[in-house]
């Protein structure tokens, strides 16, 4: 049972590159998220699913655009990388959305703009 | 605005008790999370609260007053592997999660 998977890992980008970060979860689970996680700051959501072929904003959209085309993947994208962009990406996922609302975390994307 | 207030570091001895405070000011309240995160990995649930009182799991313990908008993480006969950040993180009234920015506990021999 893999959990949350989170591909890649590590990336380094320069100003301007577009990529993909990818997190799959084999738990069917209707909820997932991404999220970053900079230094003395709490972890910070970007964007959100409540289901498949669903996404919602959360705290800091903006130069982030998602899918959700099958329930079990959630991509982020960056169309055009910042040096502000630079970060942790954790992707979550839960079966629900309200009351004890356990989060399964990935291992984490670091990603560096040049 | 929403906030959550955590020490940014404790540190502590091997074999020893140690408490985490939490403090916030959400919009609302439906619960409040304690996930632990090693470094370098991911945050990992540790407990949930959404009525006062003690909730006690093997050595860790979660305490909440909602009226006085406290929460605390008690870790006993504290462990080397014990070292990792504790993130406390409240859901409030629409259902997101308000997180705070992690307490580093460091364990000495």
């Known amino acids: 049972n893999a959990g949350v998977t989170q591909t890649p890992k590590f990336r380094v980008l320069k100003t301007g590159q577009s990529m993909t970060l990818l997190c799959a979860q084999d738990m069917n689970h209707e909820y997932m998220y991404w999220y970053r996680q900079d230094p003395g700051m709490g972890l910070r959501l970007i964007h959100y699913s409540v289901g498949e072929g669903t996404t919602a904003k959360g705290e800091v959209p903006d130069g982030y655009n998602v899918s959700r085309l099958k329930k079990q993947n959630f991509l982020l994208g960056l169309e055009s990388a910042a040096p502000s962009q630079t970060s942790v990406y954790f992707c979550?996922?839960?079966?629900?959305?309200?009351?004890?609302?356990?989060?399964?975390f990935g291992a984490g994307s670091r990603l560096t703009v040049l | 605005g929403q906030n959550i207030d955590q020490p940014t570091e404790m540190t502590a001895t091997e074999g020893a008790i140690v408490q985490i405070n939490c403090t916030y000011q959400t919009s609302g309240f439906n619960g409040l999370f304690w996930y632990q995160q090693h470094a370098g990995e991911a945050p990992t649930f540790l407990s949930y609260?959404?009525l006062d009182g003690l909730e006690e799991k093997g050595r860790f313990s979660s305490f909440l007053s909602r009226s006085k908008g406290y929460s605390y993480l008690l870790l006993k006969e504290l462990q080397m592997k014990d070292s990792a950040s504790y993130l406390c993180?409240?859901?409030?009234?629409?259902?997101?999660?308000?997180w705070g920015a992690g307490t580093k506990l460091i364990i000495k021999p």
């Open positions: 609260n959404v």
């Open positions: 979550a996922s839960s079966l629900k959305g309200s009351g004890a609302n356990v989060l399964t």
């Open positions: 993180a409240v859901l409030d009234s629409n259902y997101q999660l308000i």
